[in-house]
């Protein structure tokens, strides 16, 4: 009896394809995108200094050396020290730090907690996104949506504390509203379907409905104390939103290296679809199989041979995220100038 449509995209999915290649080709070598199975194939653009580690020492070893995880590790890495230092050493030595009560600065830490989750979370993505383990890279996939999904709750929260300070009864409800939605939000960043390639969309809609909770505060802000002091106490953090918009727009984008003409990019993207179409057509082996074809212009610094290592698009998105967490906590002092300072 023939198998249904979906029975077969469950095998093919299932089979992973070029796995012993992969494995014993890692060993000597970085891949390519076409050298990598199936399930490990992600941004079509991103073609060659693929690593595909054995073993957790493996992985790991990965956070220093080069190949095209490295930028995006050390981005978040330096992020995190650099968030350590603002924790530890700078927030103490600020003017506003003496007239913050504990609350505040409880609320504060556990943004600064969370901040570092976040980055850290990432470093350990990016250092197992090529673990040959396929449950051991969903499992950490998951770990990197976790940690975002922790940084934007406790945004959310810092935010709700000080725009509500004379309204405990308003503050302690959004703030607990905020933090039932994050753990939701946890659970729901765990499912295999969040984690897909074709699933971009979804996560940046999540992540965005999410960060869009923060409105409650400034419209219950701006009808108990006007909506003129809630536009001047939100101001500050215009500085973030602009940093988190913009690197959401490289990375939902694939900008720059969706431009890139040193090789030949595939027409299409990797979806179930998709799979079932090769398949059907007698296409999937060789899709499988195939090596980059480079262009006359591989050679030219402009056809962005480069952007496998260097300003990709996840790399433009780390930065973003840094300086977008710099940029709240930069807000959140001024906000506290305002409510706390004579």
């Known amino acids: 009896i023939p198998s249904s449509p ?21 060993k000597s070598r970085l891949l390519h995108f076409y ?12 073609i060659y200094g693929y690593r595909f580690s054995h073993s957790h020492t493996h992985a790991l070893s990965g956070i220093c050396t080069g ?12 992020g995190a020290f650099f968030l350590l230092y603002l924790a530890f050493v700078h927030f103490p030595s600020t003017d506003v730090y003496n007239f913050t009560t504990d609350t505040d600065r409880l609320v504060l830490n556990i943004f600064f907690a969370a901040g570092a989750k976040c980055l850290i979370s990432s470093v350990i993505w990016h250092a197992y996104i090529g673990i040959s383990k396929l449950t051991l890279r969903q499992r950490f996939a998951c770990l990197d949506y976790t940690g975002i999904t922790a940084l934007i709750t406790a945004s959310i929260i810092t935010t709700e504390h000080i725009s509500l300070l004379q309204d405990p009864i308003s503050r302690l409800s959004l703030i607990t509203f905020s933090s039932i939605s994050g753990i939701l939000g946890v659970f729901f960043t765990t499912t295999a379907y969040f984690d897909k390639p074709e699933s971009r969309p979804v996560r940046i809609m999540f992540f965005l ?4 909770l923060g409105i409650g505060a400034f419209l219950f802000c701006g009808l108990f104390q006007g909506f003129g ?13 602009v940093f988190y918009i913009t690197g959401v727009v490289f990375y939902g984008t694939l900008i ?13 993207d990797i979806t179930d679809d998709t799979i079932m ?9 060789e899709y499988l199989d195939k090596k980059p074809k ?3 212009n591989s050679n030219k610094l402009s056809s962005l041979w480069w952007i496998d290592y260097f300003l990709n698009s996840h790399n433009i998105w780390h930065i973003f995220v840094v300086g977008g967490i710099v940029g709240h906590y930069s807000a959140v002092l001024d906000m506290l100038r305002i409510v706390r300072m004579p």
């Open 6 to 26: 979906a029975d077969r995209l469950k095998k093919l999915k299932s089979t992973l394809y070029n796995y012993e290649k992969a494995c014993i080709a890692s």
């Open 294 to 296: 480079l262009t006359k």
């Open 229 to 241: 002091y809630a536009l001047s106490l939100y101001l500050p953090l215009m500085k973030s939103f």
């Open 277 to 285: 179409q090769l398949d059907k057509s007698n296409k999937l082996e």
């Open 67 to 78: 190949h095209n995880e490295t930028a995006n590790i050390w981005t978040h890495l330096l």
């Open 209 to 212: 409905s999410l960060s869009g």
């Open 35 to 46: 050298e990598l199975p199936l399930q490990w194939r992600e941004n079509k653009y991103i």
């Open 256 to 268: 720059p290296e969706k431009w890139r003409y040193d090789v030949e990019i595939d027409e299409f």
